[in-house]
Nanobody
Framework: QVQLVESGGGLVQPGGSLRLSCAAS????????MTWYRQAPGKERELVAT????????DYAEAVKGRFTISRDNGKNTVSLQMNSLKPEDTAVYYC????????????WGQGTQVTVSS
């Protein structure tokens, strides 16, 4: 059974930093592309950052480029999202997602972790 468990969310002031982590189990982690999504109240879920299965390729939403960094540790089955210079508009529930393309497996989702940026 695939499980993705996010952690690291919380309340932070504007300009602050948080580091989210997602621990994966029940899958061959190194064969999955991993992605962070977020969903703010009343809005659709949106892609934040994604990383290839080897970690050699990353991509970011324009809104977070230069502030967020996605990374992964295939030895520990974890993917992280370092978030710096946080803004109130970053407030959302952040979700971890795993997808394997060939053969297609997933997508699998975590339960989400709340990030609130407020003074």
């Amino acid at each position: 059974q695939v499980q993705l468990v996010e952690s690291g969310g919380g309340l932070v002031q504007p300009g602050g930093s948080l580091r989210l982590s997602c621990a994966a189990s029940g899958l061959i982690f190194s064969s999955y592309q991993m992605t962070w999504y977020r969903q703010a109240p009343g809005k659709e879920r949106e892609l934040v950052a994604t990383i290839s299965n080897t970690g050699g390729r990353t991509d970011y939403a324009e809104a977070v480029k230069g502030r967020f960094t996605i990374s992964r540790d295939n030895g520990k089955n974890t993917v992280s999202l370092q978030m710096n210079s946080l803004k109130p508009e970053d407030t959302a529930v952040y979700y971890c997602n795993a997808l394997r393309s060939f053969p297609r497996l997933g997508p699998y989702w975590g339960q989400g972790t709340q990030v609130t940026v407020s003074s």
